[in-house]
């Protein structure tokens, strides 16, 4: 079995790096360590994810590319950026930025007119840029929204980043629609963008199953087909829901869930994986596979023929906990309130840490993201973090990743791991991105076309 694109193909291009050049390593100066007690300038724990959400979400508002309103791909608190890509925007995490925007017009953080005035900009944005398909590329240049290549033939569609950014637009949709005329006619700008999404055109010409990657010059080359399990559920189900461009629901029987094959009898610390995960199909694969899908996607209740996606997402996140607690091979700082594997900088370049994968780094948004399915475990893990000071935390939260095995962090930030905090966040008190993407009609339709059923009403 080929091991999916995040795990062989992104663990390193996910960065543009061949290698560890520009990441920082074991080696590198890194602030001092001063921890601190200000957790009890905190009233309450809710106060207290008050500060994670809004900390965390301000890489998408103060740290967003000037000309998009949109998600860097990375932010260097050290000014090194060695690849000269301070002005790339990423889809994928400009999505999950995009529903931490909704939570932070909800909460106040922002107000409701400046929020839709950064929605507008966004909007128009990407009605502009380059898409192929109606599918817009993994990265865009921020100044003229043309495509950046993430890898010599990846310079076309990316249908899984396209769609964890318009499965936040159709939330913020949902969120605007009854609005006044302005957020009215953002909804329809929306609803345009989502219409024009050619999910047929990447079946490769009816196939059954979706294929990752189009490009106008080498076609379907980069041959990614998109068979799970791994991040790409949501993938299928907005292919599913299109209004305009839907895929049969053979192509999610027979091509991501591989006719049945993608069930699993395995347990991992002592709880059933339910599905095969790509490439770690004994221990599960990195926890961002929870999240990325999940940050519209209601697990609560739903189920299809293959899992149920709650037991799936919960053992996931769990089992990872148990797994740091159990802790192996020996790291210092693991336990049961500092856990969380997940794809982040390391000290050994970008890597996609698992119980398979095992470096010694801690990732603060593996168990931040978690809080749905841990909250108890997250919380604690919250606290540890927090009681690191500021070697662990600046301008936009937590740093990426830190071992103090090795002592080392990072002073940088990536947006793929940093903007899923505040919406899971959001999910586990209020269920607001949940509510507002599962209501969407035509998303009822696809889960049900797919033969999913859920607890919701």
């Not at 599960?284 to 023929?305: R, T």
Request: charge should be negative.
């Amino acid at each position: 079995m080929k091991l999916n694109k995040q795990l062989a193909f992104a663990a390193v291009a996910a960065l543009g790096l061949s290698s560890c050049t520009g990441c920082s390593s074991a080696s590198d100066e890194v602030p001092d360590q001063k921890p601190d007690t200000e957790e009890s300038a905190f009233a309450s724990d809710d106060e207290f994810l008050d500060w994670i959400q809004k900390t965390h979400f301000n890489y998408m508002w103060e740290g967003a590319e000037a000309t998009s309103g949109l998600a860097p791909e990375r932010i260097h608190m050290d000014n090194v950026y060695p690849q000269n890509d301070r002005d790339v925007i990423t889809i994928g995490g400009s999505g999950f930025g995009i529903a931490g925007l909704i939570s932070a017009i909800d909460r106040g953080f922002i107000g409701r007119e400046e929020g839709v005035e950064r929605f507008r900009k966004i909007v128009d944005y990407l009605g502009k840029a380059d898409r192929f398909h109606g599918v817009w590329p993994h990265w865009l240049d921020g100044p003229t929204g043309k495509v950046k290549p993430f890898g010599q033939k990846d310079n076309g569609g990316d249908l899984v980043e396209s769609s964890f950014l318009m499965a936040s637009l159709i939330a913020a949709r949902e969120y605007f629609k009854d609005g006044n005329e302005t957020e009215k006619q953002l909804a329809a700008d929306i609803d345009k963008l989502w219409r024009e999404m050619e999910f047929d055109w990447y079946t490769k010409g009816g196939e059954d199953v979706l294929y990752w990657h189009w490009s106008p010059e080498y076609g379907w080359e980069m041959n990614f087909p998109l068979e799970g399990y791994n991040e790409c559920l949501i993938t299928y189900i907005l292919a599913a829901s299109s209004p305009t461009h839907t895929i049969p629901a053979s192509a999610y029987h027979k091509g991501w869930a591989r006719s049945g094959g993608i069930v699993s009898d395995k347990k991992f610390m002592g709880l059933p994986l339910v599905l095969k995960h790509n490439g770690a199909e004994t221990t599960g694969g990195p926890l961002f596979w929870s999240h990325y899908s999940y940050i519209g996607l209601d697990p609560h209740g739903l189920k299809d023929n293959y899992a149920d996606y709650w037991d799936l997402n919960q053992n996931h996140a769990k089992s990872d906990y148990l797994y740091c607690v159990s802790n192996p091979k020996g790291y210092k700082g693991y336990g049961e309130d500092c856990w969380g594997l997940t794809a982040s900088y390391s000290t050994a370049g970008y890597s996609a840490h698992a119980p398979n994968n095992d470096l010694g780094v801690i990732t603060p948004t593996a168990a931040l993201s978690s809080f749905p399915y841990t909250p108890e475990e997250s919380m604690r893990a919250a606290k540890y973090f927090y009681s690191k000071g500021t070697w662990l935390r600046g301008k936009y939260g937590f740093y990426d990743a830190f071992s103090e095995n090795d002592n080392w962090v990072t002073p940088r930030y990536l947006a793929i791991d940093q903007l899923t905090i505040a919406p899971m966040i959001e999910n586990y008190r209020s269920g607001l991105i949940w509510n507002l993407f599962m209501g969407a009609p035509e998303i009822k339709a696809g889960l049900e076309k797919l033969g999913f059923t859920t607890t919701r009403h």
